[in-house]
């Protein structure tokens, strides 16, 4: 359903309830609220949006679209009782109702008419699927990261949005500021010369395959669902490490690390730096603290742990032939020449909020274009992240085909590309 069709009823109630008024000739008293008066938004303007899997990072994302004067969140989903207790009590606190219906099993919620769009911020191991399910429900969505498990789910994540024409926002929020988006644009407009070098920090290089931990009694299902919170990966017996950390969620059968967690945010800038051009086709061994990706055109993505300056949390760097720039999450951008600011003031946003990123979503919701975080944009940005883990693992440089998706002459690597699903969730 598109967002188009689920706001006719709503506009069609209130000029019916307007025409019957003036025809029976009685004064009818409509709150302003309704008519979009006094800084409210109309009813027919309201983005409806559930949200699965809200634990901490999801609270903080749920807490930037309760910020949005448009938005009417109605309903959550996860399979533990006490966050879907405590999500219900945030959101019937700020609409000073007891309206936020609660679910178990996110197809329930899905199934509703009413919602537009879903927040799913379930552990990574569930973003993917989660998502698939919620474009052929018909909604649009802002998905945390990291977004996919492996090089096979991300191509099918971004095919799915494109077949089905929904709007899908990666959590990957540093896109939408300002100092971010600035350094990247030097980059892109050719005003640091051609690109040579982008740099993306890790937070850690390692990769391993997950493993199971010591059995512990598995609760009721209505307090932790253990079967549905393992979804599609592979079953194993309960662990409340397990549940808080979930350490096989990464991907691929591999516990990805830092390349994955930090990559999705750090070389997705690369990437949109590079003009969100297909991923790396080379990614050789680590070698002191840092792994060497190269493009088709030659320029090289490093995967870089320490030497940067310091300027935050996931530091980016971009060198070109007559310039370079380095940014953090200071909010602060240091330069090869102050001539490159050009006289622009950009403003400093220290940390990562999503606000912004959240405001981009929705108002493309509504527009139907393309969000800066879309699913083609996640699709390469993962896939070079995906691809470099399958390096560090096999400790060995492997070479990617972008037209085949596949590892060039590779059958260990190939076999990481993708992983088996569990029942019912095969993609």
């Known amino acids: 359903m598109s967002h188009k069709s689920a706001r006719l009823p709503r506009r069609q109630f209130l000029k019916s309830a307007l ?72 959101v019937d606190s700020k609409y000073g109702t007891e309206k936020c219906d609660t679910y178990r099993d ?54 799915t949005m494109r077949r089905t024409g929904r709007v899908f926002q990666a959590g990957t929020q540093r896109r939408n500021l300002p100092h971010f988006a600035f350094a990247c644009e030097l980059a892109r407009s050719g005003k640091l010369g051609k690109i040579k070098k982008v740099f993306a920090h890790p937070a850690g290089m390692q990769a391993m395959m997950s493993g199971w931990l010591v059995p512990e009694p598995e609760p009721d ?21 397990q549940l808080d950390g979930f350490n096989f969620e990464k991907g691929g059968g591999l516990v990805g690390g830092g390349v994955l967690e930090w990559g999705s945010h750090c070389v997705d800038l690369c990437q949109w730096a590079m003009g969100d051009c ?46 370079w720039v380095e940014a953090g999450d200071s909010g602060k951008l240091v330069l090869s020449s102050p001539e490159l600011l050009a006289g622009r003031e950009v403003a400093e946003i220290g940390g990562y909020p999503a606000t912004f990123h959240v405001r ?52 260990q690597a190939n076999r990481l590309r993708s992983e088996a699903l569990r029942e019912p969730w095969r993609l």
């Open 19 to 90: 025409a019957v008024g003036g025809a029976i000739g009685a004064p009818q008293i409509i709150p302003s609220s309704a008519l979009g008066l006094d800084g409210f938004t109309a009813p027919s303007e309201r983005v409806i949006i559930g949200g699965i899997g809200i634990g901490n990072r999801g609270t903080y994302d749920l807490g930037c679209f309760l910020e949005q004067k448009d938005v009417q969140f109605v309903a959550v989903c996860d399979v533990k009782e006490a966050r879907r207790t405590a999500v219900k009590k945030m």
């Open 106 to 159: 996110f197809r329930e919620l899905l199934d509703r008419k009413d919602i537009d769009a879903v927040l799913i911020a379930t552990g990574p191991n569930w973003h993917a699927t989660a998502a698939m399910n919620a474009a052929k429900a018909g909604k649009d969505m802002y998905c945390e990261k990291p977004c996919t498990k492996n090089i096979a789910q991300s191509l099918i994540l971004a095919e």
């Open 221 to 241: 299902k209505n307090i932790v669902d253990w079967d549905t919170y393992l979804g599609p990966a592979a079953w194993r017996p309960f662990n409340a490490k």
């Open 278 to 323: 297909a991923p790396p086709v080379v990614y050789n061994a680590p070698k002191d603290g840092q792994l060497v990706a190269v493009y088709e055109n030659g320029a090289e993505l490093i995967y870089r742990e320490t030497g940067w300056i310091p300027l935050g949390s996931c530091p980016v760097r971009f060198e070109g032939e007559t310039g």
């Open 360 to 411: 981009d979503f929705l108002d493309c919701l509504k527009t139907r274009s393309q969000p800066k975080g879309n699913a083609d944009a996640a699709c390469n940005a993962h896939i070079a992240c995906h691809a470099a883990n399958i390096a560090l693992y096999l400790n060995r440089q492997v070479k990617f085909d972008n037209t085949t998706h596949e590892f060039i002459d590779d059958a």
